[in-house]
């Protein structure tokens, strides 16, 4: 019996029954397609054409202050070559990936993005660990400008919107100053030092028993932390401190007039740098208060040469100061002295404005000591001498001996010319000298801190450098060894 096939057994091009694709022959591979790849020339040439667009609008544009090549500033110098870099940098990457490069851009742009998010919320959280204040602890002084709110108690955590640096509880003494009371009447056996100055001798930075002052008082007595002690004696030492914040060399002349001498100092040390000569000269002073920062007042007592002598010059905007302050404490302050800090931006204020100061600073330093420049021109700096004259001669005459601690060349190398008619001025009038800024620059190239990093006054090491340079001195010639002074 036979079996009937279908009619296209057999037959591979019959086309009854479901179609079936032909099969080659092993022997004839079907050609594989593949695309042309892409030449990146062309792609490069846009990255460079982008840069460019982006880059030269900038470059064409003069900055103030212009530095490099006289056109532009440091910080935009450096702006100008982030952005092309970072322009260039991802037309380089289309370039050379097309498409495919948006997976690498786009995790790159997502973590920085991240990081800045968890910069930012971590640093609110750090600050809001770390509370600051406004506070209005200088009132209107009609003579020397302002000075403490007598008696007030405040902690202090510096000028940023949150304690970077530190937290320090104080309390101001009834004269106006950052000290314990005092008696006016000097007692017997007793040897007492002045200390005139701003804000690196009031030391708001550091608790009170880590003051210069308090330190070289402990050592003279024979009761050091720190701070090495003179041999032993039954006189006892006090350190008076009259050091009031941005006070310059002028003011420092005037809290001698009207406070210091009432206290018979046997020595009167007196701190100088080159800001506190330029202060001299500055009559007006901007941002006095919180919330009135654009707001210029001539509140400072200034000076200027008149012949042999000075001529003082009070502050003409006294009344609106008192008023300005007034109305501050019965408005923003609520009645009070004291008021919490608004919160701003971690990552703005702790990154990149730092960023952009520093880049300033580098070249304002950078200029100065090309030029060979000091940071006092010549006409304040002969007022700025005569004053410190004055001040040697009044000293003298009340029964005290000036010292200067000279710590020009430490803020500012390009000041070193400073430190020299300074010292020739004590050599001329025979007043005391120390270099605190040499011993100071030491400790800083032996790797210690000797200021806050933010804040950028003295820390704890700064301030017992301090004792320790007007120890030495007192304790050489002309000092406490030859019994100068009362």
């Known amino acids: 019996m036979s079996t009937a096939l279908p009619p296209d057994y057999g037959n591979p091009t019959a086309t009854s029954g479901p179609a079936t694709a032909p099969v080659p022959s092993p022997g004839l591979a079907a050609p594989i397609h593949r695309p042309t790849p892409r030449s990146p020339t062309k792609g490069y040439a846009y990255a460079l054409l982008a840069t460019a667009l982006a880059v030269i609008p900038l ?112 309390k101001f003494n009834s004269q106006g100053f950052r000290d314990r009371e005092w008696v006016e009447s000097k007692p017997a056996g007793v040897t007492r030092i002045a200390l005139l100055g701003d804000s690196m001798v009031e030391a708001m930075q550091v608790p009170w028993e880590q003051t210069a002052g308090q330190m070289l008082e402990r050592a003279l007595n024979g009761k050091s932390a720190g701070v090495e002690s003179p ?9 008076l401190n009259f050091g009031v914040s941005n006070y310059g060399v002028g003011q420092c002349l005037m809290t001698w007039e009207h406070h210091a001498r009432r206290y018979q100092p046997d020595y009167v040390f007196v701190l100088v740098a080159g800001f506190h000569m330029v202060r001299t000269v500055t009559a007006y002073e901007g941002g006095a208060f919180p919330g009135r920062e654009q707001e210029r007042l001539w509140i400072r007592p200034t000076f200027s040469l008149e012949g042999a002598g000075l001529a003082l010059h009070p502050p003409a905007d006294y009344e609106r100061f008192v008023d300005l302050q007034r109305a501050l404490i019965e408005g923003p302050f609520g009645g009070h002295r004291i008021k919490p800090k608004a919160r ?86 025979s007043l005391g000298y120390v270099d605190l800024g040499e011993a100071l620059i030491r400790a800083n190239e032996a790797g210690e801190s000797t200021r806050w990093p933010s804040d950028m006054h003295f820390n704890e090491r700064g301030n017992q450098i301090f004792a320790n340079a007007m120890l030495t001195w007192l304790l050489g010639t002309g000092g406490i060894a030859d019994n100068k002074g009362r």
């Open 59 to 170: 470059a064409m544009r003069r900055s103030s202050g212009g530095w490099i090549l006289g056109r532009w500033s440091l910080p935009y110098f450096v702006i100008l070559c982030t952005v092309g870099a970072t322009v260039l940098f991802v037309g380089l990457l289309l370039a050379r990936f097309g498409r495919r490069a948006l997976f690498a851009l786009a995790p790159i742009a997502a973590a920085g993005i991240l990081g800045a998010v968890c910069t930012e919320i971590g640093g609110q959280l750090y600050a809001g660990s770390r509370p600051a204040h406004d506070v209005l602890f200088l009132q209107p002084d009609r003579d020397l400008g302002w000075i403490h709110v007598p008696g007030m108690e405040l902690t202090w955590g510096g000028h940023e919107w949150y304690a970077i640096d530190f937290s320090v509880p104080m």
């Open 231 to 239: 041999a032993g004696g039954v006189r006892q030492y006090e350190v």
């Open 344 to 429: 701003r931006s971690f990552l703005l204020t702790r990154v990149l404005v730092p960023a952009y100061e520093g880049l300033v600073q580098l070249q304002q330093r950078r200029q100065r000591v090309a030029r060979r420049e000091v940071s006092v021109p010549g006409e304040a700096l002969e007022l700025n001498l005569r004053i410190l004259t004055a001040l040697g001669r009044a000293a003298d005459k009340g029964g005290a001996k000036l010292v200067i601690v000279d710590i020009c060349k430490y803020f500012d190398r390009a000041d070193a010319p400073l430190s020299a008619r300074l010292e020739t001025l004590c050599r001329d009038e």
